[in-house]
Every structure is written in structure tokens, then in C-alpha cells.
């Protein structure tokens, strides 16, 4: 393979596979640095793009996929400042948006969007976090602005999200409640959560358990759905919050209303659509390596391991609901 040159996977067609193509490794323009990608985090949203199902998303034919990625500076472009060639990196840098991913050897990514790895951390469990953190982080602290002894609700806490949004609100010293299915419970409670089988227990039940019937003062939805309404229906009267990052369907508002609380969205993606707010997304990371590295936060991996040649079973790992945590792609 020529110097200049580098693998990367392919998204040519929608509903197809990923194809392996030899491709001219990009340079780091102004703002950008080069990264040679160590690790890429397999998320739900790469399927969704792959199947020609996220319009959201913006996709641009032909795509490289890979929304999160950690890596190695190979050289960093003009104007750039804080990263310097040899520095382990990771971010959310692409992969949709006609932005490339990180299911190639390098990418040309801003700066912008990185921030140096947790010194305790493998490039694996770095890659694994960029995209559930910055979403837990939007909904908790830029939303709902957490404070410290309130009581918080994550739907979904032991999912990708949620097991992140969960730390994060344990280490901004709120009192932290989370559903999941019975199976679930030992991984929520390690992550310091109390568990809350939703599958056994109403929300009525539940809110008048762990709230004496007053409703909690956050409740974070990461499921969607019918999740969303049963949130409304979870917090608190009188200045009671209610975020999601999957609030897409169409919904009741009354029980929120009715409690005189309010709602919130979060569209993680939207810096790397429309090229704002970039900057705040490497200050997330920034903030969760501190975290990492106060051993605050840890990322729950599939042991499994892949490559590019192997990262259609990844996927479909994802697909069949058989990960056991975050699924990641080693690249290099």
C-alpha cells in the first residue's frame, strides 16, 4: 500500500454492506488535525445510517461510518493549538453529515471535537465513550442542570447512555434511580443506581416508593416511546424536568403540563451537522477524562474483538441485540 494511501470501509449503496477500499489518507487541514484511528465505537445510529433509515442524520453517499473513535496525532493542521503529533485523542468526528468516520486507518478531524484521552483509559473504552457521554452530559447538566441532592431518574440505565448518564449524575451528587429489566439490576446498582424493575413495578408504584408519591426532580429518557410518556408521568409537580435524546414520536403533553414542569430535547448531533458549537464537545470529553481519571466513570465494553475486515459482525452484533456493552472496532 502506497504511503499516501489507506484502508477504509465503504458505505456505497443504502442496505448494502460496508466495502473495503484503498483510499488517499486525508491531510490536516486549517483547524483539523490528522488522527490515526487506534479504535472506532459501534453505535446504534451506524446501523440505522447503513439501512438508509436516519435521515436525521444527514448521511452523504459514499460514507465512511464511524461515529466515535480514539486514536494518535499524526500531525495537526495551521492554527491549531493543544494537540501535538504522539498525543492519544479521542471525540465524536464524524461519520455523518458527510463528515468521514473513523472505520478507516486516519482521519482528518477539527480539533475542535478532541480532547486527550483518560490517562487510565485503552484506546478501546476511549472509543466507546465519545457519543453516550456528550448525549448523557447535554441532557443532565446543559438541560436539566442537575444539582446536588436531587433526585434523578435515568430510563434505560443500563444501556449506553444511561450506565454514562448514571455516573454523571451520581458524580454531580444527586440521589440516582434507574429502570431496567430484572436480569439488569446487579449492572445498574454497580454503577451506584438504585434499580427499578419496570417490567414489575408501575410508575405510579415506583414514584410513590422512592418519592413518597412527589415525582422525581429529573427524569432522563434514553428509551423513547412509551418511556417518554411514563416520564411525564414520573416527575415532580412544580419545576419538575423531563429530557430525552429519542423524544421523536408524537406525545401527550398534558401530564406534563398538568405537573407544571418542563421538557427538554437533545440532539447530539447537531455540532457536527451545522459546525456549531464544536467546541463544547471536546470540553465534554475533557470533562469526562477528569472524571475517568478520578475513577468516577467507566465505560461497559463487549469483550469481543473486531477489525475492519470483521466490522460487519459487529454490527450485526448490535443487530441482534446480543452486545453485552459497548460494542468497539479495533482499527489499527
Not at 317 to 332: F, M, N, R, T, Y
Request: proline letters at 4%; one cysteine or more; glycine letters at 12%.
Amino acid at each position: 500500500m502506497a504511503n499516501n494511501n489507506m484502508q477504509a470501509l465503504v458505505l456505497e449503496k443504502f442496505g448494502s454492506p460496508l466495502v473495503m477500499r484503498e483510499i488517499a489518507r486525508p491531510q490536516p487541514g486549517a483547524g483539523e488535525v490528522l488522527v490515526r484511528i487506534h479504535a472506532s465505537g459501534v453505535n446504534p445510529l451506524d446501523l440505522k445510517i447503513r439501512a438508509g433509515k436516519a435521515a436525521h442524520a444527514k448521511p452523504v453517499l459514499p460514507a465512511i461510518l464511524g461515529i466515535d473513535m480514539a486514536g494518535v496525532v499524526e500531525a495537526v493542521g495551521a492554527g491549531v493549538s493543544g494537540f501535538t503529533p504522539g498525543d492519544a485523542v479521542y471525540g465524536m468526528t464524524g461519520g455523518i453529515a458527510g463528515v468521514p468516520g473513523s472505520l478507516a486507518q486516519y482521519a482528518a478531524v477539527d480539533a475542535r471535537l478532541l480532547a486527550h484521552q483518560a490517562g487510565n483509559f485503552s484506546m478501546r473504552e476511549a472509543a466507546a465513550l465519545p457519543l453516550i457521554f456528550i448525549t448523557a452530559w447535554e441532557g443532565l447538566v446543559d438541560r436539566a442542570k442537575v444539582q446536588p441532592g436531587q433526585k434523578v431518574l435515568i430510563h434505560g440505565g443500563a444501556g449506553g447512555v444511561g450506565h454514562m448518564a448514571v455516573q454523571l449524575a451520581r458524580a454531580l451528587d444527586a440521589e440516582v434511580y434507574a429502570t431496567g429489566s430484572a436480569v439488569q439490576k446487579d449492572i445498574i446498582e454497580s454503577y451506584g443506581a438504585t434499580a427499578i424493575d419496570y417490567q414489575a413495578c408501575s410508575v405510579a408504584d415506583y414514584v410513590q416508593q422512592y418519592t413518597g408519591g412527589a415525582g422525581f426532580d429529573v427524569v432522563y429518557d434514553t428509551v423513547g416511546g412509551a418511556t417518554l410518556d411514563a416520564s411525564f408521568a414520573a416527575v415532580r409537580t412544580y419545576g419538575g424536568h423531563v429530557v430525552s435524546c429519542l423524544g421523536w414520536g408524537t406525545h401527550a403533553l398534558a401530564p406534563l403540563s398538568f405537573r407544571a414542569a418542563t421538557y427538554s430535547g437533545v440532539f447530539t448531533l447537531l455540532p457536527l451537522i451545522t459546525g456549531q458549537q464544536r467546541l463544547h464537545h471536546g470540553d465534554i470529553l475533557r470533562e469526562a477524562a477528569r472524571l475517568a481519571d478520578a475513577g468516577k466513570l467507566k465505560v461497559r465494553l463487549d469483550e469481543r474483538v473486531f477489525d475492519l475486515y470483521t466490522a460487519m459482525e459487529a454490527q450485526q452484533l448490535l443487530e441482534d441485540g446480543q452486545a453485552q456493552g459497548k460494542v468497539v472496532i479495533d482499527i489499527a
